[in-house]
């Protein structure tokens, strides 16, 4: 009896060790991959993925690392609740002239995958491109509501005082 006891507490545990969150199951992205298209070179340029917690519990970033120094992100700090969206940036220097794909490895917090997001384009020397074929500077995804959990503040000013003014009869 101990022995089937024992063999159904380690099975229990082994299930529960394989039954791990997957990011599919707690997130989703409007675009794993955003094109810059051509930008200029020097220009830094951004992107913004918009990411939706599909979960039932709050969604935490925990990080957004880009895989080379050209490359920089910010992210939600705070935590995204459960239909809620929060947003990832990511911001190419454009030092180099020719095509690019740039990955960010994004973490979720109780996740132990790791989600790829890219962005992609061609940096073309500045005088290789005529104004209106390079990209503008932020690529932004579609807008949504951003999340507001705190209350609204509200200022009161203090009531103005009323000045009475005598008037002095001059003689002249």
């Known amino acids: 009896m ?39 070179q020097g220009t830094p340029t951004s992107a913004k993925f918009i990411v939706t917690n599909i979960g039932s519990e709050p969604l935490l970033i925990e990080q957004a690392n880009p895989t080379c120094g050209c490359t920089i992100s910010d992210y939600t700090k705070s935590p995204i609740m459960p239909g809620k969206t929060g947003y990832i940036n990511a911001t190419y220097n454009a030092a180099a002239a020719g095509h690019f794909d740039k990955h960010l490895t994004v973490k979720f917090a109780g996740v132990d995958e790791m989600k790829s997001i890219t962005i992609t384009g061609d940096v073309v020397a500045a005088n290789e491109v005529a104004p209106a074929e390079v990209a503008p500077t932020l690529v932004k995804a579609p807008e949504t509501k951003p999340v507001v959990d705190a209350a609204p503040t509200v200022s009161v000013k203090p009531a103005k005082k009323s000045k009475k003014v005598k008037k002095v009869a001059s003689s002249k």
């Open 2 to 40: 101990k022995k089937i006891i024992l063999s159904l507490a380690i099975m229990a545990l082994a299930a529960a060790t394989y039954a791990q969150k997957k990011v599919a199951d707690v997130a989703k992205f409007n675009s794993e991959t955003i094109e810059l298209g051509k930008i200029k």
